[in-house]
């Protein structure tokens, strides 16, 4: 079974520059895993923000952007908002599965 | 617009069965998957399975195989999720949501919180 890893907490200042990681212990993840990224706030429903490694929905703000690096999937938050203060949970597809990260904490102090 | 509109709360003994509805509106039903989604209290988001909504078929992941059946309803836009012999583990937030089978998930229901106590 895949189980995907992500940093449990990260803290960012407004205006900086923030960047998540999503590992796979089946190795280096590739874009045949399709990377989603989800934003989740407290008592509120997930909200897709990348997927398919780098794709933007309608919806996702420009700071947000996706990429592979180091054989990890990288979720990287450019001149962060207050707002962006949130859980944000990795997907990955592998052998007709999906599994979720463990989720990173983001907090904007 | 794009919706998915899930059942309301419930309560369950263990044991028992739960069936949760997630009623879309504003796409093409049939020409796209439905994705089923749990989290606990305080955990992680759990994939459960998805099924594609025009032909019917249905994959779990492997820890919910056996244990939860997912359909759909064509005539009335509707996936549905049952979870059968619920344990307390089984308590959590259910969340349906749009997508295919591999690439993207997008639209997600508003969740159906389940609590499994005696």
């Known amino acids: 079974q895949t189980v995907v890893t992500q940093e449990p907490s990260l803290t960012v200042s407004p205006g900086g520059t923030v960047t998540l990681t999503c590992a796979a212990n089946?190795?280096?993840?590739?874009?045949?895993?399709?990377p989603n990224w989800f934003q989740q706030k407290p008592g509120q429903a997930p909200r897709a923000l990348i997927y398919?490694?780098?794709n933007k929905h309608s919806w996702t703000p420009a700071r947000f952007s996706g990429s592979l690096l180091g054989g990890k999937a990288v979720l990287t938050l450019s001149g962060v908002q207050p707002e962006d203060e949130a859980e944000y949970y990795c997907?990955?597809?592998?052998?007709?599965?999906?599994?979720f990260g463990g989720g990173t904490k983001l907090t904007v102090l | 617009q794009v919706q998915l509109v899930q059942s309301g709360a419930e309560v369950k003994k263990p044991g028992a069965s739960v069936k949760v509805s997630c009623k879309a509106s504003?796409?093409?039903?049939?020409?796209?998957?439905v994705h089923w989604v749990r989290q606990a209290p305080g955990q992680r988001l759990e994939w459960m399975g998805w099924?594609?909504?025009?032909?019917?078929?249905?994959k779990y992941s492997q820890k919910c195989q056996g244990r939860v059946t997912i359909t759909r309803d064509t005539s009335a836009n509707t996936a549905y999720m049952e979870v059968s012999s619920l344990r307390s583990e089984d308590t959590a937030i259910y969340y349906c949501?749009?997508?295919?089978?591999?690439?993207?998930?997008?639209?997600w229901g508003q969740g159906t919180p389940v609590t499994v106590s005696s």
């Open positions: 089946t190795g280096a993840v590739t874009s045949g895993y399709y």
């Open positions: 997907l990955l597809y592998y052998g007709g599965d999906q599994t």
């Open positions: 398919s490694t780098s």
């Open positions: 949501a749009r997508g295919d089978s591999r690439t993207y998930i997008d639209y």
């Open positions: 504003g796409y093409t039903f049939t020409s796209y998957a």
């Open positions: 099924i594609n909504a025009g032909n019917g078929n249905a």
